[in-house]
């Protein structure tokens, strides 16, 4: 009886965790450090304003494009070092709602990388990105056309 309870298991998990699983595919999102966005269910602003539909599209497209580049570890109590830097760059802000979860991403782009601060709940973390189209966005929303 062991033996069967055993093989049964085993063929339900070999099943449920095969490549092309939709299950797998949930899971591996769950944990995704830079998931790709979908412009339909996303609002991005800069400097308070909404960008023009067009510009959200293009602006999204690029962001999932992006090469990631490295992850930066935050220590406990830094969060708002992330959150609010002491730049005087404006970032782009990505505003994500995955079921009850709001989840924004705040989007600074220097010259030679892009970087983004994710926060969900109550975690924040941050990596930086490589998008030659990301790094030129100026500080208006007229370099997104």
């Known amino acids: 009886m062991t033996f069967v309870i055993t093989v049964v298991v085993g063929f339900i998990l070999k099943f449920l965790l095969s490549p092309p699983s939709a299950m797998v595919g949930w899971v591996i999102g769950k944990f995704e450090l830079h998931p790709k966005l979908e412009s339909k269910e996303v609002t991005v602003t800069f400097n308070g304003k ?9 602006f999204t497209d690029y962001f999932n494009e992006a090469n990631f580049l490295k992850k930066y570890y935050i220590f406990p109590g830094n969060e708002k070092l992330f959150l609010h830097p002491e730049t005087n760059v404006t970032p782009f802000v990505i505003n994500l709602k995955r079921g009850k979860k709001d989840v924004n991403f705040f989007v600074y782009s220097y010259d030679d990388h892009v970087d983004v601060v994710k926060q969900y709940k109550k975690k924040v973390v941050s990596y930086s990105l490589s998008s030659d189209y990301l790094q030129k966005v100026t500080m208006s929303t007229k370099g997104l056309a």
């Open 50 to 58: 909404h960008l023009t539909e067009e510009e959200k599209v293009r």
